[in-house]
Every structure is written in C-alpha cells, then in structure tokens.
C-alpha cells in the first residue's frame, strides 16, 4: 500500500448484539472508528482452555487509521467481556480515495 494510505481495517469479535453496539457506539463517540458495521449470526469455532467452542458472535468491522489502532485496542480491551478479545488490524490494500479521506477526518489523530 502505499505510504499515504493510513486507513486500516480493525476486526473484533464480540458475544452478543449488546456488547457489539456498545463498543462500535464507544469507539465512534470517541473518534477511535470513523465507522463500525456489525455483523450478526457469526458462528465461531476455536479452542480455548483445551476445549473446543463453538459460539455465536457478532463480528464489527472497523474502519479506522493506523495511528487510532493502539487507543483502539486499548478502549476495547477495557470494554470487552471476554478474558482474551479478538482485536486485529488488516491493511487495505486499495480504496476509494475520498472514502479514505473521510476515515482519516473522522479520527481522533486528525481531528486534534
């Protein structure tokens, strides 16, 4: 990607609709995410403990900027029910350049 491009994409699974809109409500109030899309009816199967799981989730979709990422990870650690969340940020890899714009207006690192 290229340098100029500091929109990230952060993943978060949570446990349910409640735990979801309260962390997407949080992290956009807060100029964290320009923008969280929640996903319900995920079903996740992972090994935790030893054990196997199998569990419905919701899953946020966060779009936000690489300087945001580490206040982010922190906020939703704090937010989160579970001992162990699920906070990991992909690239994107191209976009529409206004769209990019609007993430990077939108968080906290511009708007200061």
Known sequence: SSPDMTAIIALCTCPDAHTGQRIATAL????????????????????WQGLLHREEEQLLIIK???ECFDALRERIVALHPYE??????????????????????QTHHAAT
């Open 28 to 47: 956009v109030e807060e100029r964290l995410a320009a923008c969280v899309n929640r996903l319900p009816g995920l079903i996740s199967t992972y090994r």
């Open 84 to 105: 162990l969340p699920e906070v990991i940020a992909l690239d994107i890899a191209a976009a529409h350049a206004p769209y990019l714009a609007w993430i990077e207006a």
């Open 64 to 66: 936000t900027s690489r």
